[in-house]
């Protein structure tokens, strides 16, 4: 059994649609006292921290019989040197699609897979990587962004935009994995699931 280290709606999706057995067990992380300078390294110590946090917490709670997986996912959003998390509010969305717009940036996730009790290859075996794909975004006009922060998507997603809603109608196109943008990578998945 996969167990999804993560809140994320998408990234639940993602595993539903691929007929990906998990369940979700949300880390309660302090992601804000992560640190480190190269964003592809913060990405995947957060993913790291997630799935450790939700494996040491099932290893108490679950019988010695129990097979699991964690998989833990970050994601977050390089533009022009920056890194852009979730906006804060309407207005830093805002702020940050005037500069996006018709620009590239690199959606990148982190990925840790804990193979704990027996699951799969190991006991205890972590996978770690970090995938980037570059995101080209088209040129919004002023009232375009600014309907678009209205609906609030914005506010829930790395980057400030989700591609599988609204926010893919502001994407012209994408450079590497599709469902990384969204969450996290299931062709990196697939390759661990099944080596």
Same mark, same amino acid.
Not at 79 to 92: I, L, N, R, S, T
Not at 111 to 134: I, Q
């Given at each position: 059994? +996969?167990? #999804?280290?993560?809140?994320?709606?998408?990234?639940?999706?993602? #595993?539903? /649609?691929?007929?990906?057995?998990?369940?979700?067990?949300?880390?309660?992380?302090?992601?804000?006292?992560?640190?480190?300078?190269?964003?592809? =390294? @913060?990405?995947?110590?957060?993913?790291?921290?997630?799935?450790?946090? =939700?494996?040491?917490?099932?290893?108490?709670?679950?019988?010695?019989?129990?097979?699991?997986?964690?998989?833990?996912?970050?994601?977050?959003? %390089?533009?022009?040197?920056?890194?852009?998390?979730?906006?804060?509010? /309407?207005?830093?969305?805002?702020?940050?699609?005037?500069?996006?717009?018709?620009? =590239?940036?690199? +959606?990148?996730?982190?990925?840790? +897979?804990?193979?704990?009790?027996?699951?799969?290859?190991?006991?205890?075996?972590?996978? @770690?990587?970090?995938?980037?794909?570059?995101?080209?975004?088209? %040129?919004?006009?002023?009232?375009?962004? *600014?309907?678009?922060?209205?609906?609030? *998507?914005?506010?829930?997603?790395?980057?400030?935009?989700?591609?599988?809603?609204?926010?893919?109608?502001?994407?012209?196109?994408?450079?590497?994995?599709?469902?990384?943008?969204?969450? #996290?990578?299931?062709?990196?998945?697939?390759?661990?699931?099944?080596?």
């Amino acid at each position: 059994m +996969l167990v #999804l280290a993560s809140a994320s709606p998408a990234r639940r999706r993602l #595993l539903e /649609q691929a007929a990906i057995p998990h369940r979700v067990r949300v880390s309660g992380v302090d992601e804000e006292a992560i640190r480190a300078s190269d964003p592809a =390294v @913060l990405v995947q110590l957060l993913a790291q921290a997630k799935a450790e946090a =939700v494996d040491q917490a099932l290893q108490v709670e679950e019988s010695s019989a129990a097979a699991w997986g964690v998989l833990g996912c970050d994601s977050l959003l %390089v533009f022009e040197g920056e890194v852009f998390g979730k906006p804060a509010d /309407q207005a830093e969305a805002i702020a940050r699609w005037r500069r996006m717009a018709g620009g =590239v940036g690199e +959606l990148l996730t982190g990925h840790c +897979l804990l193979r704990g009790n027996g699951l799969l290859r190991g006991n205890g075996l972590l996978e @770690l990587e970090t995938v980037t794909t570059r995101v080209h975004f088209a %040129v919004l006009s002023a009232a375009e962004i *600014e309907a678009y922060v209205a609906t609030g *998507e914005p506010l829930a997603c790395a980057g400030g935009f989700a591609l599988e809603g609204r926010g893919g109608l502001a994407v012209e196109r994408l450079e590497g994995c599709f469902s990384n943008v969204i969450g #996290l990578s299931l062709p990196l998945l697939r390759r661990w699931l099944n080596p």
